[in-house]
């Protein structure tokens, strides 16, 4: 069933609801007021009786036709009460004067007999007029509500009509389409929320794609620079520690000359052991597995410091939680990511480094004394890889920063989700 069904049926009984308890309303204030003229025209009965047994003449149908509430019949000899009449009326009058006055009899002095009593039919009537203006009066209300909700209805469905094909096509994977903002205001409303949420959902492809691309970008340059170390640096001492290995079987007999072979192989491969460590450590960060993730983000504030030339300062608050392996990857990381972008854009003499635990919360703070700068109006890889890292800890990343006054950076961590 159609929701313009459901809603008519609703509207329908409504209204027969209201019309029920109108007419019942109707009726029992009828009924008292019937009672009420009824006892006051019971006094003509009496009246009509006692005229009648003095003079017949004063009920002649001249003079009773005209009466209201009182009825006079005549029965034929023999003949015990008239005969009652059918129909609708004559059964509601019969109901009203269950417990009434019964019928007054006259016996006249030339025979006949006559029955004066209450007649209810004109208050009948004029109950059944205001049932029938009631019904008519309801019946005219409930057509033009339905009207009025069909009408409602088919512009209001025309709109989720409208809707519907729309989010089928953005489901499809069209971007493109708008709603148009006409009609009703909230109908404008909802176009408008809704022709934002595609121009967003576009934005925020394109944004991903852009992203991919990126990330495609820095994968191939580091399996470029992967292979360009292993190839140039460490190919090479693996390539001169293998000439020297050579070279000792003609210096055997020699010892200057072995003795400075051995020194230069012992060279090559603590040159060979430096690189490789450097390598894994950019693939990995080992020193997670062995060391406290203060002592871990302590040897990377000195490692950095040393590298770049920038001055570090690492304040660490109290004792650091014990984080999930996972977790404690993603916080060094972000800090790592954080100190790189430093390096790369910040053109910074000193950086500052704060981490607290308090009250169930990590929070980490990088500021540096650099150039500063606009914050872009999309992320770059950088913020993006930041600001994800910080959404897998559960916890809330800010990037600040103005034109000479350099970037800050604020993660807050709810310990409970991590």
Not at 40 to 47: G, L, M, Q
Not at 120 to 125: A, G, I, K, L, S
């Amino acid at each position: 069933m159609s929701a313009l069904w459901r809603i008519n049926l609703w509207v329908t009984a409504f209204f027969a609801l209201v019309t029920l308890a109108c007419a019942t309303l109707l009726l029992h204030q009828a009924t008292a007021d019937v009672r009420r003229e009824l006892q006051s025209a019971e006094s003509v009965v009496h009246y009509l009786r006692e005229t009648a047994q003095r003079d017949p003449a004063s009920l002649q149908s001249r003079l009773t036709g005209s009466l209201r509430h009182v009825r006079v019949r005549w029965s034929a000899p023999g003949e015990n009460s008239p005969a009652q009449e059918p129909g609708l009326n004559a059964w509601l009058g019969r109901r009203l004067l269950a417990d009434g006055p019964a019928a007054q009899v006259v016996e006249l002095q030339d025979g006949r007999r006559a029955w004066i009593a209450v007649d209810p039919v004109d208050e009948v009537d004029e109950i059944l007029d205001s049932l029938v203006q009631l019904l008519g009066v309801c019946a005219m209300a409930l057509l033009l509500s339905l009207l009025a909700i069909r009408w409602a209805v088919r512009r209001g469905m025309r709109l989720l009509d409208e809707l519907l094909q729309a989010l089928h096509q953005v489901s499809a994977g069209d971007l493109q389409v708008n709603l148009r903002a006409a009609g009703i205001s909230e109908a404008q409303r909802l176009a408008e929320h809704f022709n934002r949420m595609t121009a967003a959902l576009a934005q925020t492809r394109a944004d991903n794609a852009r992203l991919t691309q990126a990330l495609l970008a820095v994968q191939e340059q580091e399996r470029r620079s992967l292979a360009q170390t292993l190839h140039d640096d460490l190919g090479q001492y693996v390539a001169g520690i293998r000439a020297r290995a050579c070279l000792l079987r003609l210096v055997i007999h020699q010892p200057p000359a072995l003795e400075q072979t051995a020194s230069e192989l012992e060279e090559h491969c603590d040159h060979l052991q430096q690189g490789f460590r450097a390598l894994v450590n950019d693939l990995y960060p080992v020193v997670l597995q062995h060391l406290p993730l203060g002592e871990a983000i302590e040897l990377l504030a000195r490692q950095w410091q040393d590298n770049h030339g920038i001055a570090c300062q690492l304040r660490v608050d109290g004792a650091l939680p014990a984080l999930a392996g996972p977790d404690k990857a993603h916080l060094y990381r972000l800090l790592q990511e954080a100190l790189t972008n430093i390096a790369r854009h910040a053109d910074a003499s000193q950086v500052r480094i704060r981490m607290q635990h308090r009250a169930g919360r990590l929070r980490l703070w990088v500021r540096d004394n650099g150039c500063g700068a606009q914050q872009p109006a999309r992320a770059g890889v950088g913020l993006h890889s930041m600001a994800e890292r910080a959404r897998s800890l559960g916890g809330e990343l800010r990037v600040m920063s103005r034109p000479g006054a350099g970037w800050a950076l604020d993660l807050n961590i709810p310990l409970e989700a991590s």
